[in-house]
């Protein structure tokens, strides 16, 4: 067996230095040993080191906790779940420690960039339940963001089309002859310092919709890295965040039939925490 890893994974991994600390394991937990012999269609495991990651800047403040639900305000920059080059710097990996809860699960997705709430699952048990309204678009979820204003636009107007994302690309797409799947409503607030607050309303949950239909109007969210054009910024810059924030959140408890309402804790504009 031991051969067999180092001729698989030398190239990525110190094979022969994790077979001796017993870090390969079969799915009973017990170490792989490099004499084993080599037995297919066997499942053996491993955690890779991970690259060192700079700390994301700002709190994420605990808005709720009961024992199936954690409602969160994250921070700009801040994934909610472990992927490529964020993996401890995520919701989920930073809050099953600091909670201790080990199954907790985010129900929804919430873009790096954007600031704002997010709701979790406490277990696996009560994760389906909740996934299953918000696929069924039963969550009212309200954003407001920062963008310039337009004084010959007429608001509050309904944005409809369709997008789509293509692998490799960062920014999505509208394709102009396809049915709509994806739906905004657009108000705009107040204004502060020459800039609009804007009320948005998703009724549909596409991959950047909202940055997407702001856009589209004439009206970009202010410092925004992708849209209208994509932007070099280092991976650890926190200095710019994207003025889109996650506000509101309410929904009927399909569990106990009880009205949820939750509210962000952050205004806009959004400042940079570094520091």
Do not use: C
């Not at 309303?201 to 992708?226: A, K, N, V, Y």
């Amino acid at each position: 067996m031991g051969a067999w890893l180092d001729e698989r994974l030398s190239e990525f991994v110190d094979a022969t230095g994790f077979l001796a600390d017993g870090r390969f394991v079969y799915e009973s937990g017990t170490a792989v040993a490099g004499l084993d012999p080599y037995r297919p269609n066997t499942f053996v495991w491993f955690h890779r080191d991970l690259a060192a990651e700079t700390v994301v800047p700002g709190p994420i403040h605990l808005i709720y906790r009961d024992d199936r639900l954690v409602v969160i305000d994250k921070p700009a920059f801040l994934s909610t779940i472990p992927r490529g080059r964020h993996v401890v710097q995520s919701v989920v990996v930073r809050l099953r420690a600091e909670l201790g809860l080990p199954e907790l699960s985010p129900l929804h997705r919430l873009d790096r960039v954007t600031s704002g709430l997010v709701v979790l699952a406490t277990e696996r048990r009560w994760r389906g339940a909740y996934q299953s309204m918000f696929q069924r678009q039963e969550v009212a979820k309200t954003y407001r963001a920062l963008a310039p204003l337009l004084p010959s636009l007429d608001l509050p107007v309904t944005v409809r089309n369709h997008l789509t994302t293509r692998r490799g690309q960062w920014q999505a797409e509208v394709l102009p002859d396809a049915p709509a799947n994806a739906e905004s409503l657009i108000e705009l607030d107040s204004v502060i310092d020459g800039l609009g607050v804007y009320r948005l309303t998703p009724r549909t949950g596409r991959t950047h919709q909202l940055r997407m239909h702001m856009l589209g109007l004439g009206i970009p969210i202010s410092e925004d890295p992708i849209y209208p054009v994509v932007r070099e910024i280092a991976i650890d810059d926190f200095t710019r965040p994207l003025q889109l924030l996650a506000n509101e959140v309410r929904f009927t408890d399909p569990i106990d039939g009880r009205p949820r309402q939750f509210a962000s804790v952050r205004t806009l504009p959004l400042r940079s925490e570094v520091g």
